[in-house]
């Protein structure tokens, strides 16, 4: 379900003429990654980062990854959690098969 609501705010902000861009817009057969460079790279023009909040993020390494590397951005000004499901995991079950190396990640988001 958090891709349809990514690709139902996404269709929203775009009606509302606000310029957004989320991983979905990524054409099929590419790496999702190349996201990141409207993110985080010298031409980025990221300010307000929204986070879609759903069981399936808390669950998903991707949105792990894209939420801590918005947290070192300094573009970004603004995060804006946006909460689509009720009963969301508590902090301990937050990414239950995280790998180690992104331990430092979860620590980043749930402090």
């Known amino acids: 379900p958090g891709l349809l ?9 775009n009606q509302s003429n606000i310029k957004c861009f989320s991983g979905l817009h990524v054409p099929s057969g590419h790496d999702w990654k190349i996201y990141f460079t409207k ?3 010298r031409f980025a023009k990221c300010q307000i980062f929204i986070v879609i ?3 399936g993020y808390f669950k998903s390494i991707n949105c ?3 939420t801590a590397r918005a947290l070192r ?10 909460v689509f499901e009720n009963d969301l995991p508590a902090r301990d079950d937050q990414w239950p098969n995280v ?3 992104d331990l ?3 620590q980043r988001l749930t402090e």
Not at 5 to 13: E, N, S, W
Not at 73 to 82: A, D, E
């Open 5 to 13: 609501y990514a690709a139902h705010l996404t269709f929203k902000l």
């Open 39 to 41: 993110l985080d790279s």
């Open 99 to 101: 790998d180690p190396s």
């Open 64 to 66: 792990l990854i894209e």
């Open 104 to 106: 430092d990640n979860v």
């Open 73 to 82: 951005c300094r573009k970004i000004k603004t995060i804006i959690p946006v």
């Open 53 to 55: 909040l759903t069981k």
